[in-house]
């Protein structure tokens, strides 16, 4: 009965690979997010998108692009990855302006 | 810009205590403000949610307040048990802000036995 949940939970690649990191919410929530957690721990939003529509991009590298197959879907795709790409990402959704419940996180290292 | 500080950083203090966590915001024009527990190497679980027309939240032992007006919110939590031990973060989502969560530094919690 897991709300959002997020696959892989680990992922670790080298420079220049392309990965995809996969989030899935059953709350029937028409908003998901997702959010970028640095070294420092610091957690900052990157995308948004609400019924399929993208609402927030907050000037990340057109290297990252996020998909939307469906309302309870928000994929994370990241071309030529980057050193400075390691870092936990994190997915949420909320229903608009409401209480937002986070998924369990992705940690990707880059080497 | 929406900014959010928290203070202190770290807090140790001994079990059984009642202890205060402080967040600060720049812009008022919020349309609530949320407090989260991250454990070390996990995700983050929702504690309290307030929103801008409240005054307070409760939550078992735990009790967040909201002075829109002063940008602050404070998160009391009573009779701290080490299991309260965690990352404590606030966020708000400005009414400008397209409904995005603006985290703030957090403030890391260590309840000693």
């Known amino acids: 009965d897991t709300a959002v949940s997020q696959t892989p939970k680990y992922l670790v690649t080298q420079m220049g690979n392309d990965k995809s990191i996969k989030c899935e919410q059953n709350?029937?929530?028409?908003?998901m997010y997702w959010y970028k957690q640095d070294s420092k721990k610091f957690l900052k939003i990157m995308f948004s998108?609400?019924?399929?529509?993208?609402?927030i991009n907050e000037t990340v590298p057109n290297r990252f692009s996020p998909k939307s197959p469906d309302k309870a879907h928000l994929n994370l795709h990241i071309n030529s990855l980057e050193l400075g790409d390691s870092a936990v990402y994190f997915c949420?959704?909320?229903?608009?302006?409401?209480?937002?419940?986070f998924g369990p996180g992705t940690r990707l290292t880059v080497t | 810009k929406q900014e959010v500080t928290q203070i202190p950083a770290a807090l140790s203090v001994p079990e059984g205590e009642n202890l205060v966590l402080n967040c600060s915001f720049t812009?008022?024009?919020?349309?609530?403000l949320q407090w989260f527990r991250q454990d070390p190497g996990k995700g983050l679980t929702s504690l309290l949610l307030?929103?801008?027309?409240?005054r307070e939240q409760t939550s078992g032992r735990l009790n967040a307040s909201l002075d829109k007006s002063s940008g602050r919110s404070t998160l009391y939590i009573a009779a701290s048990q080490p299991g309260d031990s965690a990352t404590y973060l606030c966020?708000?989502?400005?009414?400008?802000?397209?409904?995005?969560?603006?985290f703030g530094t957090g403030t890391r919690l260590t309840i000693i036995p």
């Open positions: 307030i929103q801008s027309s409240q």
């Open positions: 998108y609400n019924n399929k529509e993208l609402i």
């Open positions: 966020a708000v989502i400005s009414r400008f802000g397209n409904e995005k969560l603006t």
């Open positions: 949420a959704s909320s229903q608009r302006e409401w209480e937002q419940y």
């Open positions: 812009d008022s024009a919020i349309y609530n």
């Open positions: 709350l029937g929530h028409d908003t």
